[in-house]
């Protein structure tokens, strides 16, 4: 077993005590308000190709970081050791006062903090060591070969981690969260030459015991991988589309950065006039929360030290908020929703658990309405324009004809615009939660084909 997770728990007790010292410090040494996080991380990881064990890799973080208040003035300052806590707080004082007034900065209101910790069960004790997660990796691999048709492993791997967050703050909030986190995936290749296909699979959680079968991982990316050998071509158009769910996520992905209240007040966002509109379908429902037990986006507390709470991003089809801390939310005029997120000095705003909820038609159901489209598996590229809402993405798929999945296609790219795909969307009720962002199959209406 390696150093770096020797020990199933961080000592958050002197972590918080260092913060509360860093925060003391930086009073005394003139800053008006301050908070100080710490952030300490460690992992451990096995990577296997062709029955063999090629990697162990294991890792420390250890970081503080201060942030200080003079007036209107801000900065921040970050150190990977405690060592000299009164001249970290002293520098970063300094400059602050030589820092431009930045008349938006603040610590979270002191009624919005939280006071009480949910037990969201983020924390697993279990330590698998480099031996079990050799033994994950192998096994993984040896399903995805079992596979007919699979040609050569791209790789598999195994991981665990540990990570704590400290956070002190001068107007006198202090509290510590840890929370672990387990995977295992594998990637299979098919064919050969030029014509060889590639897909995977993988599964995270933050609790051992909750991550899938490594065999039916290997198995899954296996089946994925043979399914795409030899595609086809697709013709230039208009087609019909229907993303799974693994591509699914990406377009909620582009909903919760078109709302991040940073882009919203730099006018940088398509949505920037959308709040209170209707920007999807009636009975669409999006939500984020944070307390989610074992959810791998929840928190006891947003990076502020914000109560967290979990709200509807949009509500029968409709934007119902921006994703807001404190800076950002002073400059709309707003109040903190308490989704400050940090992992250094600064917080910037992030969603949780983003979920797209179910709808009412099954995957089938929806590929036999659509009779002759476009199922796609996969994305390349990030070829989205936050600003005006275009979307241009490579991807491969299935085509669907006759209402059923067909042969493979491959090498086009699928167009729209964002406001467009929203307003088309339909989720089917397929929905499961893997991921801190989870969506059912979608069906997107048609988008612009180029192909051959």
Same mark, same amino acid.
């Given at each position: 077993m390696t150093s770096a997770m020797e020990n199933s728990e961080i000592d958050q007790s002197s972590l918080l005590d260092r913060a509360a010292e860093l925060v003391e410090a930086a009073a005394k040494a003139g800053a008006d308000a301050c908070d100080a996080i710490s952030v300490r991380s460690r992992s451990l990881g096995v990577s296997v190709r062709n029955g063999k064990i090629e990697t162990v890799d294991s890792s420390e973080n250890d970081a503080i970081s201060l942030r200080v208040f003079v007036g209107k003035k801000k900065a921040s300052i970050s150190a990977n050791t405690f060592d000299d806590i009164?001249?970290?707080?002293q520098r970063a004082v300094a400059m602050a006062r030589v820092s431009p007034?930045?008349?938006y900065a603040c610590l979270a209101d002191k009624d919005r903090l939280a006071t009480s910790f949910p037990d969201l069960e983020l924390l697993d004790n279990t330590i698998l060591g480099a031996d079990k997660l050799g033994e994950m990796a192998l096994a993984a691999e040896e399903a995805a070969m079992n596979v007919e048709g699979v040609s050569k492993s791209g790789g598999?791997?195994?991981?665990?981690?540990?990570g704590g967050v400290v956070l002190a703050t001068s107007h006198g909030f202090s509290a510590s969260y840890q929370s672990s986190h387990y995977s295992c995936s594998m990637t299979a290749v098919a064919g050969d030459g030029v014509s060889m296909e590639r897909d995977y699979d993988y599964t995270v959680a933050n609790h051992a015991a909750d991550l899938k079968d490594p065999r039916v991982i290997g198995q899954s990316a296996g089946d994925r991988t043979v399914a795409r050998v030899d595609p086809k071509t697709v013709n230039t158009g208009r087609m019909k589309v229907i993303y799974d769910p693994r591509v699914a996520t990406s377009l909620i992905g582009h909903l919760s950065g078109a709302i991040n209240g940073a882009g919203i007040a730099r006018k940088t966002s398509f949505l920037k006039d959308k709040l209170g509109k209707r920007i999807f379908r009636s009975g669409i429902r999006i939500t984020d929360d944070p307390l989610i037990v074992r959810g791998l986006g929840s928190r006891p507390f947003d990076g502020e030290g914000v109560v967290n709470e979990a709200f509807d991003l949009v509500t029968d089809g409709v934007l119902q908020t921006w994703?807001?801390?404190?800076?950002t939310a002073? /400059? !709309?005029?707003?109040?903190?929703n308490g989704r400050a997120s940090r992992s250094g000095a600064n917080p910037s705003p992030s969603g949780t658990n983003i979920d797209l909820l179910p709808g009412d038609r099954s995957p089938d159901d929806m590929i036999n309405d659509v009779g002759e489209g476009l199922y796609i598996t996969d994305l390349i590229g990030h070829g989205v324009n936050g600003l005006t809402g275009d979307y241009s993405r490579g991807a491969s798929g299935f085509m669907i004809r006759d209402g059923k999945i067909a042969e493979a296609v491959s090498g086009f790219t699928i167009a729209g615009?964002?406001?467009?795909m929203f307003a088309e969307l339909e989720p089917a009720n397929d929905f499961v939660r893997e991921r801190s962002i989870n969506?059912?199959?979608?069906?997107?209406? /048609? !988008?612009?084909v180029a192909g051959q």
């Amino acid at each position: 077993m390696t150093s770096a997770m020797e020990n199933s728990e961080i000592d958050q007790s002197s972590l918080l005590d260092r913060a509360a010292e860093l925060v003391e410090a930086a009073a005394k040494a003139g800053a008006d308000a301050c908070d100080a996080i710490s952030v300490r991380s460690r992992s451990l990881g096995v990577s296997v190709r062709n029955g063999k064990i090629e990697t162990v890799d294991s890792s420390e973080n250890d970081a503080i970081s201060l942030r200080v208040f003079v007036g209107k003035k801000k900065a921040s300052i970050s150190a990977n050791t405690f060592d000299d806590i009164e001249s970290l707080a002293q520098r970063a004082v300094a400059m602050a006062r030589v820092s431009p007034d930045d008349p938006y900065a603040c610590l979270a209101d002191k009624d919005r903090l939280a006071t009480s910790f949910p037990d969201l069960e983020l924390l697993d004790n279990t330590i698998l060591g480099a031996d079990k997660l050799g033994e994950m990796a192998l096994a993984a691999e040896e399903a995805a070969m079992n596979v007919e048709g699979v040609s050569k492993s791209g790789g598999s791997g195994a991981g665990e981690s540990l990570g704590g967050v400290v956070l002190a703050t001068s107007h006198g909030f202090s509290a510590s969260y840890q929370s672990s986190h387990y995977s295992c995936s594998m990637t299979a290749v098919a064919g050969d030459g030029v014509s060889m296909e590639r897909d995977y699979d993988y599964t995270v959680a933050n609790h051992a015991a909750d991550l899938k079968d490594p065999r039916v991982i290997g198995q899954s990316a296996g089946d994925r991988t043979v399914a795409r050998v030899d595609p086809k071509t697709v013709n230039t158009g208009r087609m019909k589309v229907i993303y799974d769910p693994r591509v699914a996520t990406s377009l909620i992905g582009h909903l919760s950065g078109a709302i991040n209240g940073a882009g919203i007040a730099r006018k940088t966002s398509f949505l920037k006039d959308k709040l209170g509109k209707r920007i999807f379908r009636s009975g669409i429902r999006i939500t984020d929360d944070p307390l989610i037990v074992r959810g791998l986006g929840s928190r006891p507390f947003d990076g502020e030290g914000v109560v967290n709470e979990a709200f509807d991003l949009v509500t029968d089809g409709v934007l119902q908020t921006w994703l807001l801390d404190s800076a950002t939310a002073a /400059e !709309l005029g707003l109040k903190t929703n308490g989704r400050a997120s940090r992992s250094g000095a600064n917080p910037s705003p992030s969603g949780t658990n983003i979920d797209l909820l179910p709808g009412d038609r099954s995957p089938d159901d929806m590929i036999n309405d659509v009779g002759e489209g476009l199922y796609i598996t996969d994305l390349i590229g990030h070829g989205v324009n936050g600003l005006t809402g275009d979307y241009s993405r490579g991807a491969s798929g299935f085509m669907i004809r006759d209402g059923k999945i067909a042969e493979a296609v491959s090498g086009f790219t699928i167009a729209g615009n964002l406001i467009d795909m929203f307003a088309e969307l339909e989720p089917a009720n397929d929905f499961v939660r893997e991921r801190s962002i989870n969506s059912p199959t979608i069906y997107l209406g /048609e !988008l612009a084909v180029a192909g051959q």
